[in-house]
């Protein structure tokens, strides 16, 4: 079996790592967080260095948050590589969701000392990714991708080869785009309606029964937000960081369009105004303070509920 380096523990990497070890694989892992470090060895991994990892596996793993810390890590396994004058070649595979154009900056990199290289991000969170059925959207060789398949399988069920190198991540981030332009759509609609009386759970069902539904809808309002958790395990700020890259890659585009930074700019005000750690789900929580203040005194409440009544009362059917 190959052994596998993985860099990254955290609410996804850890899960990920531990359907490797399922899957047999032996795993050596890296994490800044020790807490986390000693939970992975008690579930078989081993703890290791940049030095280790790059010396013992066939096969490198990044689950991390960001394009910035990808690239120093990539910076930092080159060094060492290169220092190390090793034979093997170790095949990189990040699964991060980072920027494309860094990703292929970094492939540039890898294959000069002839290391292979993959952007493999996911979707699914960390629900799936305990399952092992994370949906995986990879980028780069073919060839490569079918001889990583195997590996990829253990943490995925559903895989697909998108494209060049950095087209995983460039599906990635305006998969999440769109995920994110539904779940702020789909809050303010909830307390619009709410407002109008129609109650939150009433409303989610209609719409998952109906043309308005979305990933929001069907999983995220019943799992996360009309029960007030909060707690899907991804966080704002990442997602946040993914509706920026996605806005930029239409900025550089030249793209003519809107929608991108409205909804980049709304993720943003409310990164703003909520604890650092939130989860992305209290961007509901959030909405509710900026969409109801015109609605705020008993005056306003009753004027606008006149307004509602005189509409329904004088609709008239229009004729087809
Ligand atoms: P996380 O913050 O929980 O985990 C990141 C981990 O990386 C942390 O444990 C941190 O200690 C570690 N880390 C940071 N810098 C490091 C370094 N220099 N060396 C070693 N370890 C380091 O984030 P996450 O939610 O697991 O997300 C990881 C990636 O997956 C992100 O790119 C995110 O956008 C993407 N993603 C997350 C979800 C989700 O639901 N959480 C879903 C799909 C994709």
Avoid: W
């Avoid at 790059?54 to 689950?63: F, K, N, P």
């Avoid at 943490?155 to 950095?166: A, E």
């Avoid at 989860?279 to 306003?300: K, M, P, Q, W």
């Amino acid at each position: 079996m190959n052994q596998v380096g993985f860099i990254g523990l955290g609410k996804m990497g850890f899960p990920m790592a531990v359907q490797l070890l399922k899957a047999n694989y032996p795993v050596f892992g890296m994490d800044l967080n020790q807490q986390t470090m000693k939970q992975f060895q008690m579930l078989g991994g081993v703890p290791s260095t940049f030095e280790e990892i790059i010396h013992s596996t066939q096969y490198i793993i990044l689950m991390l948050p960001s394009s910035r810390t990808v690239n120093t890590i990539i910076d930092s396994l080159l060094d060492i590589y290169q220092s190390g004058n090793l034979k093997s070649k170790p095949t990189i595979i990040d699964m991060s969701s980072s920027y494309p154009e860094d990703t292929r900056q970094n492939e540039q990199k890898l294959k000069a000392l002839g290391l292979g290289f993959l952007d493999a991000p996911v979707s699914g969170g960390i629900k799936k990714a305990a399952e092992g059925t994370l949906t995986i959207m990879t980028g780069g060789k073919d060839s490569l991708f079918r001889e990583c398949k195997p590996l990829l399988e253990a943490m995925g069920s559903k895989l697909f080869h998108v494209g060049p190198i950095g087209s995983g991540h460039l599906i990635k981030a305006v998969n999440n785009y769109l995920s994110a332009a539904h779940l702020l759509t789909t809050c303010e609609t909830i307390h619009l309606l709410e407002n109008y009386g129609v109650k939150p759970e009433t409303a989610i069902n209609v719409f998952n029964n109906s043309t308005g539904r979305s990933g929001s809808t069907e999983y995220k309002f019943p799992s996360f937000i009309l029960n007030n958790s909060y707690q899907s395990g991804f966080s704002l700020e990442l997602m946040s960081k993914d509706v920026k890259m996605a806005s930029r890659l239409y900025e550089d585009m030249g793209a003519a369009t809107a929608f991108p930074q409205a909804v980049c700019q709304k993720l943003e005000e409310a990164q703003h105004a909520l604890p650092e750690n939130a989860d992305h789900t209290e961007l509901f929580t959030y909405i509710a303070t900026y969409l109801l203040t015109g609605r705020n005194s008993d005056e306003e409440c009753k004027e606008t509920d006149n307004r509602f009544t005189a509409f329904c009362t004088n609709a008239q059917p229009r004729s087809l």
